[in-house]
């Protein structure tokens, strides 16, 4: 009965606000104004006798919701794997030659990449058949746009893991100083990497990554393609290494 009443409650919302779950025109209609009235009288006082209903009909219209999402993100990942696993001049670690790709989106600035920084690694270290590529995605304002053309212009002069490893591991403050000190601490060609920062093909790059985290309905980062999974978050070393396990039987 409560299951019942539960999805009673979520046909409610489906007709009371738009687009919280399609309906067909005859089913919109097949209830009448007094039945409508009943339905809501019935919901009202399921609700005030146990009021567990709506969390469970919430429940069930969030895992709805997850699934549809999962579910766009594997049809994009399938229609784009050369742009996502194969784009020219995208940085690479692990091994060039991996018989698995994981595709992280991250920010160089973001609290939870920097937190991953050292999962990643250690699941490099681990399976030496990896091939990680990174799509940066400067999302938490314009210290995160100076970081990745600094990043990406770095990788002119064969040190984009380097100033990667270096912003990320330093204070997340970054600017043009920021940026600067560690530039110099690693040796690299300041005018160079500024004249690189500044040409419209790194933003051009930049974009392409914001485009296709968009398509993803990418929210936050990091985030993780592995095969056709899209892993969101922070996430435990282990399921990094069940995702890639499963791309590898695929």
Request: hydrophobic content about 45%; proline content about 5%; some cysteine.
């Amino acid at each position: 009965m409560k299951r019942i009443l539960a999805g009673m409650l979520l046909a409610a919302i489906a007709l009371a606000v738009p687009g919280a779950r399609a309906q067909s025109p005859a089913q919109s209609d097949s209830f009448t104004p007094r039945q409508r009235e009943e339905i809501v009288a019935i919901l009202r006082h399921a609700l005030q006798t146990d009021p567990s209903i709506l969390r469970d009909a919430i429940a069930t219209l969030q895992t709805d919701e997850a699934h549809q999402q999962d579910a766009a993100a594997r049809a994009v990942i399938g229609a784009s794997q050369e742009a996502l696993l194969h784009k020219s001049g995208d940085p690479i670690a692990g091994n060039p030659n991996g018989d698995v790709t994981v595709v992280e989106f991250y920010d160089v600035r973001c609290p939870y990449c920097r937190a991953m920084l050292p999962v990643v690694g250690e699941m490099l270290k681990r399976d030496h058949n990896i091939r990680l590529v990174f799509k940066d995605i400067p999302i938490l304002g314009p210290g995160s746009v100076v970081a990745a053309k600094a990043v990406l212009a770095a990788q002119q002069q064969g040190a984009y893991q380097r100033l990667h490893d270096a912003l990320m591991t330093g204070t997340p403050d970054i600017d043009q100083e920021v940026v600067h000190a560690a530039a110099k601490r690693l040796g690299l060609d300041w005018d160079k990497l500024q004249r690189d920062m500044a040409d419209p093909a790194i933003q051009a790059r930049i974009d392409t990554n914001l485009k296709m985290a968009h398509a993803l309905q990418i929210e936050g980062t990091p985030a993780y393609v592995i095969g056709d999974q899209l892993l969101s978050g922070a996430v435990e070393i282990a399921e990094l290494q069940a995702a890639v396990a499963t791309a590898r039987r695929k």
